[in-house]
Every structure is written in C-alpha cells, then in structure tokens.
C-alpha cells in the first residue's frame, strides 16, 4: 500500500501528520479495538454502516486485496464492480495519505529468486541456522549500520537485544566492525557464543584451503554480555557492562564514540535504547528497528515525546496496538491466492460463539495452536479447541449454527481487511512519536523502509544522530550495487 516518506515531511509536517492521524483513529475506534474471535458473539459485521456492508458483502479475496487493501496482483487494475460509498473510499485514502510508506526506493530483485531458502546476496557462512527473514534482516541491516558507523566515526556498536548473535555476528565478522552484543537471557548469549566459534573455525579452514585469497575484513569474533538493559540509568547504566570489555581490549583507544542498534527490540525495550542514545553523550547514532508495540506501557512507552503527549486524542488502547504487529502484505498475498487459510479466522470466531454458549463467563480464552487448522472439518476443529479450553470436546454441537457462521466466512474476511487497513496509521503514530522525541532532544533522525515488508513487517528503521548529516542520512536506505 502507497504511503509518505518521513524524509519528506519538516518538523512541522511530522507534527501536523501527528494531529491528523490523533483525529482519525477515533473515527475507526470500533474497528480496531474489535477482536475478529468476536465475529458472531459480538455481532462485529452489523456494527459496520450498512453501507459499507452492502459493499464489501460478497467480495472474493483477491476483490478484497485489489479495490479494499490497494494490492492488486502484478498488471491488475482496480475495478470496481459497484458505487462505493464515499466514506469507505475516504478510509482508503486517508490510509494512504497518512501512512509512512512501507516500500524501499532502492531495492533490485529479490536475492531469494534462485532458492527461496538461501539470500544470494549474503555469504554462505552467515546463512548457516539463520532463516530466509532473518537472512534479509542481517544484510541490510548490517549494510546500513555499516554505513552509518563510517559517517559517524563510530569506534564501537552495541547491538542490544542480541539474542542468538545473528546480526552481531554478521557486523563483526562479515563487516569488520568491533562489536558488543547484550542480552538479559544467559542461554542465548552461551548459543551465540558457540555460533561465534563455530563460524571462526569455518573461516579458518577457508583461509588455510585458500590462502591466496586474502580477506579485507578482519576477523575479529564480537563480544557478547549477559546483561539487562536499565531503563532508569540513562547516563551510564547502558555502558557500564562494557566497561571491563574495553579494559581488556588493546585496541580501544581515544574517546569512546558509540552505535546503538537494536533489531526487533520488544516492546519498551527499543524505547529504552532510543532514550539511552538521547541521553548518553557517547552514544552518537542509532538504528533501531521495534515490534511488539502491544507490550508498550502506557504511558511511558508511549507516547515519548511531548508533542504526541500534548494531543488530546493521542491514547492508544491495546487492541489498536496489537493490530499495528499485523502482517499487511503477507495477508494481503493470502488473500490474492484465496486458499483455505483465510478460514481460520472464521472457525476461530465459531468456536468462541460454542465456548461462550457452553460457559458464559468464559471469553476469549488463550486456544493453543492447532496444527494446519484450516483442513481439520470444522467440527473436529471446534472440539480440539473445546478441550485446549478445558471444556468437555464431547458437548452437544449446533451444527446448524456452526455452518451458518461458515456461510459468512467471506463477512469475517472483509471485517479483518479493514482492521489491517488502518493497522500502519497506529504503527506510524507510533513510530512518528519517536522521531519527534528524538528530534526534541536536539537529535537528527529519520525513519527508512529498509525491509521487504513481505518478509519483514516490522520494517521501518529509525536512524538517529547528533550531529546532522544532511542528505546522508536518508541515503542510508540506499542498497549498494
């Protein structure tokens, strides 16, 4: 979906983008806040004006994908086979004109075209336990940040969050950089470890089997700390950790000068980073790329800055947030290929309606996952979900009932479209929010599109300086040929 470019915008213009996006969420409230498993219970279809019911009854998904989500198939046109009314053609332009656009400039073919499985753009030994999503993440993240470190005369990055090591291991010994990862959980940070090893030793064969060959990047294994992240500590508690590491290193020298990077920080996680970076005069750039915007607190969390704190209508309930986490271009490709996997939401919501009629007190129980639900019949669906809830899977079925909720499958398909419509505009204040924060802290930053959002979602990347660097710091986004 068609969006605006953050660099596009002044000061001024990320300011009005914030009171615009403040007065239309509330409009669409009932949508966003509404959770699909509540099709039938909470009648969710005929909360929508009539109107828009009359013109989304019906549609086939891939109609849905072209004329609702702006997602045809390659070459298609949007036709529309009726007169929409004005206020749903209004929702789709307004998600358009009021969403950060989710598509990189810069990006060729795609490096998973020969092999789906293997990125032809990264070397071999950094594809080894890491998947096709992550692959792309580590490259063009570590790209960026490579580029950023050079512009900024960076000496160090620290990578917080590092989980098994994948993007710390690929700045390090992929691209020459001295790296320190940080993570809280132990047994990640020993299995990036043994990752390391594993890797030094692969590259040591290949330097014994090919000695003619002589590699320009040095290869110097990153460091990793077993370490929590202090949201309150923000002039020293991010650095401390590093402290004995730099001690022991020869080769720290001069005034430490700091890179932040955080790939898909939780939470309040990647809020911590952006305020240790504003807030430590070491720390001088930033690449962060969040997720889990539903485990926000809020406030605190959210909203960050003052401008967003300012606005009368900036709140942003859980729903809403966990929304902005949706998938919209992989969804949208289910909805082009139209296969039986769109029916999960459905049986989904025909379940609660048993649970429900079964034990009125009970409502949206946690269903753990059923494997390939959608080509289960829908009474065995509905009875292994009865007994992942604890309720009798022998109970009596309505099965009149259940297969009048089948025959609105394509209602409940249409409803959740909308919601993952307006998903980006909450992703975006969100994320607008941060930008503002940074820039009142006297910061220089810009928000990038840096993933294929068809295999990354989560992927805009917040990058921050403190000291401007004018076109360049939009140009980070670019690919290298």
């Given at each position: 979906?068609?969006?605006?470019?953050?660099?596009?915008?002044?000061?001024?213009?990320?300011?009005?983008?914030?009171?615009?996006?403040?007065?239309?969420?509330?409009?669409?409230?009932?949508?966003?806040?509404?959770?699909i498993i509540e099709f039938f219970t909470d009648c969710l279809w005929e909360k929508l004006p009539s109107s828009w019911q009359e013109a989304l009854d019906g549609l086939t998904p891939p109609e849905i994908a072209t004329m609702l989500l702006d997602m045809?198939?390659?070459?298609?046109?949007?036709?529309?086979?009726?007169?929409?009314?004005?206020?749903?053609?209004?929702?789709?332009?307004?998600?358009?004109?009021?969403?950060?656009?989710?598509?990189?400039?810069?990006?060729?073919?795609?490096?998973?075209?020969?092999?789906?499985?293997?990125?032809?753009?990264?070397?071999?030994?950094?594809?080894?336990?890491?998947?096709?999503?992550?692959?792309?993440?580590?490259?063009?993240?570590?790209?960026?940040?490579?580029?950023?470190?050079?512009?900024?005369?960076?000496?160090?990055?620290?990578?917080?969050?590092?989980?098994?090591?994948?993007?710390?291991?690929?700045?390090?010994?992929?691209?020459?950089?001295?790296?320190?990862?940080?993570?809280?959980?132990?047994?990640?940070?020993?299995?990036?470890?043994?990752?390391?090893?594993?890797?030094?030793?692969?590259?040591?064969?290949?330097?014994?089997?090919?000695?003619?060959?002589?590699?320009?990047?040095?290869?110097?294994?990153?460091?990793?700390?077993?370490?929590?992240?202090?949201?309150?500590?923000?002039?020293?508690?991010?650095?401390?950790?590093?402290?004995?590491?730099?001690?022991?290193?020869?080769?720290?020298?001069g005034p430490r000068r700091v890179l932040l990077t955080g790939l898909h920080a939780c939470g309040d996680l990647s809020v911590t980073i952006l305020q240790h970076f504003a807030y430590c005069p070491e720390v001088v750039a930033l690449a962060s790329v969040?997720?889990?915007?539903?485990?926000?607190?809020?406030?605190?969390?959210?909203?960050?800055?003052?401008?967003?704190?300012?606005?009368?209508?900036?709140?942003?309930?859980?729903?809403?947030?966990?929304?902005?986490?949706?998938?919209?271009?992989?969804?949208?490709?289910?909805?082009?290929?139209?296969?039986?996997?769109?029916?999960?939401?459905?049986?989904?919501?025909?379940?609660?309606?048993?649970?429900?009629?079964?034990?009125?007190?009970?409502?949206?129980?946690?269903?753990?996952?059923?494997?390939?639900?959608?080509?289960?019949?829908?009474?065995e669906y509905v009875r292994l979900g009865l007994q992942r809830v604890g309720l009798d899977p022998g109970l009596p079925l309505d099965l009149a009932s259940l297969h009048a909720c089948m025959a609105q499958e394509h209602r409940v398909v249409a409803f959740?479209?909308?919601?993952?419509?307006?998903?980006?505009?909450?992703?975006?204040?969100?994320?607008?929010?941060?930008?503002?924060?940074?820039?009142?802290?006297?910061?220089?930053?810009?928000?990038?599109?840096?993933?294929?959002?068809?295999?990354?979602?989560?992927?805009?990347?917040?990058?921050?300086?403190?000291?401007?660097?004018?076109?360049?710091?939009?140009?980070?986004?670019?690919?290298?040929?």
């Open positions: 979906m068609p969006g605006i470019a953050a660099r596009n915008l002044s000061l001024e213009g990320r300011r009005q983008l914030a009171v615009d996006l403040t007065h239309v969420l509330p409009l669409y409230g009932f949508i966003l806040d509404a959770y045809p198939s390659a070459g298609e046109e949007i036709r529309y086979r009726s007169v929409w009314p004005l206020t749903l053609l209004a929702l789709k332009a307004t998600a358009r004109a009021l969403t950060f656009t989710r598509m990189p400039e810069s990006l060729g073919p795609s490096e998973f075209q020969e092999n789906p499985s293997q990125s032809s753009q990264l070397a071999a030994q950094f594809r080894k336990h890491v998947k096709p999503k992550k692959q792309h993440e580590i490259r063009r993240l570590g790209e960026l940040v490579k580029k950023l470190s050079d512009l900024t005369s960076c000496n160090q990055v620290v990578d917080v969050g590092s989980g098994q090591g994948h993007l710390t291991r690929f700045l390090a010994l992929g691209l020459g950089l001295s790296v320190t990862g940080i993570e809280k959980d132990r047994k990640l940070v020993e299995r990036a470890q043994h990752l390391d090893q594993e890797l030094l030793s692969i590259l040591k064969k290949e330097k014994r089997r090919k000695p003619q060959i002589i590699s320009a990047v040095p290869h110097r294994p990153p460091k990793h700390i077993v370490s929590w992240v202090d949201p309150t500590n923000l002039s020293e508690g991010l650095l401390s950790p590093l402290e004995s590491e730099a001690s022991q290193d020869p080769a720290a020298s969040g997720c889990c915007y539903m485990k926000l607190t809020t406030p605190g969390g959210y909203p960050l800055s003052h401008w967003v704190s300012g606005l009368r209508d900036h709140r942003l309930p859980y729903k809403f947030r966990e929304g902005a986490c949706h998938a919209l271009e992989e969804y949208a490709g289910r909805l082009r290929a139209a296969g039986p996997t769109l029916r999960t939401h459905c049986y989904r919501a025909a379940l609660e309606t048993v649970i429900r009629s079964a034990q009125p007190g009970l409502c949206r129980p946690g269903v753990q996952s059923i494997p390939r639900a959608h080509e289960l019949p829908l009474e959740f479209s909308l919601a993952l419509l307006l998903a980006p505009l909450v992703e975006t204040l969100i994320l607008l929010d941060r930008l503002l924060f940074l820039q009142e802290q006297g910061c220089h930053a810009e928000l990038l599109p840096v993933f294929r959002p068809e295999l990354s979602p989560r992927n805009l990347v917040l990058v921050a300086t403190k000291t401007p660097l004018g076109p360049a710091l939009s140009d980070l986004e670019m690919e290298e040929s």
